[in-house]
């Protein structure tokens, strides 16, 4: 892994004791993570709010300017900024049920009302971001709405994540951490 780095200093990420965030504000969150070497970019709900967000790296004496409660954090995924962090978004149940199954342990993340729905690796180098979908006849035959037809959304490059201590913009359900290891 050598020269491949998410923070500009040169460390590597740290994701050891990621759950000690879910308590803790937004702006202490940020700082946090930016200690650890990740990426963040503010978000109203779940959109960012900066422009060209995917390439922007806040200084820690800037963060207390973007993040203040109330509003939500993203982790910057993929490219430069990231440099191979990827989220696999499971958007179906039965998808998290099979992920435990068939992906290696890694750090997971979601909301108290659907834990572990995002699975974080490190990729080198990063994949396309790309969603796989039900087909038609079996959306019918699941009697499901098309738009419950994403079954896995991989996130790399040109995307963000929100992640905990966020609250979901809709329900109010809260971001958490699940498991604080990854896997490359």
Same mark, same amino acid.
């Given at each position: ?12 990420? #740290? ?9 803790? #504000?937004? $702006? ?11 990426? /963040?970019? %503010? ?15 806040? #200084? ?25 962090? !990827?989220? !696999? ?11 435990? @199954?068939?992906? $290696? ?5 979601? *909301? ?9 690796? !490190?990729?080198?180098?990063? $994949? ?5 979908? @039900?087909?038609? %006849?079996? !959306? ?11 079954? /896995?959304?991989?996130? #790399? ?16 359900? *809260? ?10």
């Amino acid at each position: 892994m050598q020269g491949y780095n998410l923070h500009p200093d040169g460390t590597m990420p #740290s994701f050891s004791n990621l759950d000690e965030i879910n308590t803790m #504000s937004v $702006p202490e969150a940020a700082i946090d993570y930016q200690g650890r070497g990740l990426t /963040v970019t %503010p978000l109203h709900g779940k959109r960012p709010v900066l422009r060209r967000w995917q390439e922007r790296y806040l #200084s820690e004496s800037e963060l207390p300017d973007y993040f203040v409660d109330g509003r939500n954090l993203g982790i910057v995924l993929g490219g430069a900024a990231a440099a191979g962090l !990827v989220d !696999v978004d499971l958007d179906n149940p039965v998808a998290v049920d099979v992920a435990d @199954l068939l992906l $290696p342990d890694t750090v997971k993340s979601g *909301r108290m009302k659907n834990p572990r729905s995002h699975h974080w690796f !490190v990729c080198d180098p990063a $994949p396309p971001s790309r969603r796989y979908f @039900l087909t038609k %006849p079996m !959306v019918d035959r699941l009697m499901i709405e098309s738009g419950e037809a994403t079954l /896995v959304e991989l996130r #790399s490059t040109g995307h963000q994540t929100v992640v905990a201590p966020s609250i979901h913009p809709v329900d109010g359900d *809260r971001y958490m951490w699940h498991q604080a290891r990854y896997a490359r």
